[in-house]
């Protein structure tokens, strides 16, 4: 047996000033569109901008459904949209805020297990690292990579790996 420890790194950063400029920017945008979510059934309201290489943001902000799985939570909406728009640039920042009745939440907002995933296939499309900012009011984490937020990750790697039959 053998015991292996994988390391993540998180950022934490007091207020929205301490950030670079560029990244307040982007948060901006994410809490911008926050207030434009679709969230009747939760009442918790999401919002991402993404950043693409080529310089472009795209917001987007969680969109749910009586059914529930079939809403969408808003780093998808926002990641979709701009891949859909630009194939062929990286994600470079992805910011994602969250209120609860128009307020910003105290903890750090956490992306979805599914969303983690899209993050991570992204990166792997790319082969470029994502940035990855929460917004909260209590701190604001900065990741520099999808391996910091999913951890042994599943993806086309391992879909090409070889078996041996037994
Ligand atoms: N949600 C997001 O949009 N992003 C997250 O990071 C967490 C959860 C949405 C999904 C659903 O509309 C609502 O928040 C409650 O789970």
């Given amino acids: 047996m053998k015991t292996t420890e994988i390391r993540i790194i998180v950022h934490e950063f007091k207020t929205i000033g301490e950030l670079p400029e560029n990244d307040q920017n982007l948060l901006q945008e994410a809490r911008r569109i926050t207030a434009m979510a679709y969230a009747p059934y939760s009442g918790f309201h999401v919002g991402a901008a993404v950043l693409l290489g080529n310089g472009h943001i795209f917001t987007g902000n969680n969109q749910e459904n009586s059914a529930y799985p079939s809403g969408l939570c808003a780093e998808r909406v926002a990641l979709f949209y701009a891949n859909a728009n630009f194939p062929d640039s ?27 995933q899209a993050l991570a296939e992204a990166e792997v499309r790319f082969e470029k690292p994502i940035r990855i900012i929460l917004d909260g009011q209590d701190s604001i984490l900065v990741l520099n990579g999808v391996e910091s937020l999913l951890p042994l990750s599943f993806s086309k790697k391992d879909l090409a790996s070889p078996n041996t039959p037994r």
Wanted: positive net charge; proline residues 4%.
């Fill in 90 to 116: 990286e994600v470079r920042t992805i910011a994602v805020s969250a209120a609860k009745n128009g307020v910003l939440v105290n903890d750090a907002v956490k992306p979805c297990g599914s969303c983690r």
